[in-house]
């Protein structure tokens, strides 16, 4: 059984940090792990991906902010997150999905139950 288990999310003022974990078990094979968000009243959108052989792509709302990094032996993706604002506040989830040796996804998406990130003063 696939499990993605996000922690990280709290309450941080404007321009603070905060850094997000996800952990993955049951996944087999090569897949590719990403964050999305959602904020109240509106979709869920991506954040930043990472393929497994290590390429990212940012939201452009996000770069320079927010870094993916990914530890392959713990089978976890974080996420750092500084200069926050308070647009950055919405639940945060992390999604992954297997990929052949092309790169090509396939299966099913695996979605974690999403962490709160809150930033106010």
């Known amino acids: 059984q696939v499990q993605l288990v996000e922690s990280g999310g709290g309450l941080v003022q404007p321009g603070g940090s905060l850094r997000l974990s996800c952990g993955a078990s049951?996944?087999?094979?090569?897949?590719?792990m990403n964050w999305y968000r959602q904020a109240p009243g509106k979709q869920r959108e991506l954040v930043v991906g990472?393929?497994?052989?290590?390429?990212?792509k940012y939201t452009d709302s996000v770069k320079g902010r927010f870094t993916i990094s990914r530890d392959y032996a713990k089978n976890t993706v974080y996420l750092q997150m500084n200069s926050l604002r308070p647009e950055d506040t919405a639940v945060y989830y992390c999604?992954?999905?297997?990929?052949?040796?092309?790169?090509?996804?396939?299966?099913?998406?695996?979605w974690g139950q999403g962490t709160q990130v809150t930033v106010s003063s």
């Open positions: 999604n992954a999905y297997s990929v052949d040796s092309r790169g090509i996804r396939y299966g099913t998406d695996y």
């Open positions: 990472t393929t497994y052989s290590g390429d990212t």
């Open positions: 049951g996944l087999r094979g090569i897949y590719d």
